[in-house]
Structure formats: structure tokens, C-alpha cells
């Protein structure tokens, strides 16, 4: 089993910057995709960021430019640098995961989730 945990989420103004960290722990054999979603209130989750075990990163429209996504593959740990946040980026951020764990399988492991609300 594989366990995401997300840290890094908090209140900050517009045009401020935060961190999300999110660490990947169990029994875990190798993690090909690490990713970041969100989900606002009444909206459906959507993909913010995701980073290949290569290096490799995608972004949503809205965030190119502003968020940053990064990978330390010694300790399983993705981040989400986010700049120049608005408040539209209010949402639950969620860490996924692309893993092969204990079951020899790769599946998507989620993390619980952390609160980012960007307001004055």
C-alpha cells in the first residue's frame, strides 16, 4: 500500500506565493507519475500539474508560468512551488501518484487533501 501526504496548504494573500509538499510512504517499488490536482467548491477536480519520473512536466493553462512542479525521486516527494497566487486558485489541492507497490501493480494513489485559500 502507498500513502500520500500533503502538507504546505494555508491562507495567503493575492499575489503571494506557497509551497505544497506532498510525501509518497509504504511499500513502494517505483512511482512513474506524480501530479497535483484541485478541486474548487461546485467544481468538478482538475489536473494543476503533473511531473514523469524523467523530468518531464505538464500544466494546466491557468497556472503555466506561475506554479512550478518538482520531484526528489531519493525521497518519493513531490512539490507545487505556486507564485503570484489569485483567488481563483482557491481550492482543495490533492497529491497523486502513479505507483507500483506491494502488489506488483501500478495503481493511482491519492492523498487526503490540503486547503489553499488565496483572499485579502
Known amino acids: 500500500q502507498v500513502q500520500l501526504v500533503e502538507s504546505g496548504g494555508g491562507l495567503v494573500q493575492p499575489e503571494g506565493s506557497l509551497r505544497l509538499s506532498c510525501a509518497a510512504s509504504?511499500?513502494?517499488?517505483?512511482?512513474?507519475?506524480m501530479a497535483w490536482y484541485r478541486q474548487a467548491p461546485g467544481k468538478e477536480r482538475e489536473l494543476v500539474a503533473r511531473?514523469?519520473?524523467?523530468?518531464?512536466?505538464d500544466y494546466a493553462d491557468s497556472v503555466k508560468g506561475r506554479f512550478t512542479i518538482s520531484r526528489d525521486n531519493g525521497k518519493n516527494t513531490v512539490y507545487l512551488q505556486m507564485n503570484s497566487l489569485k483567488p481563483e486558485d482557491t481550492a482543495v489541492y490533492y497529491c497523486?501518484?502513479?505507483?507500483?507497490?506491494?502488489?506488483?501493480?501500478?495503481?493511482?494513489?491519492w492523498g487526503q487533501g490540503t486547503q489553499v485559500t488565496v483572499s485579502s
Open positions: 511531473i514523469l519520473g524523467g523530468g518531464s512536466t
Open positions: 497523486n501518484a502513479y505507483a507500483r507497490g506491494r502488489s506488483g501493480y501500478y495503481s493511482y494513489y
Open positions: 509504504g511499500s513502494i517499488f517505483s512511482i512513474n507519475v
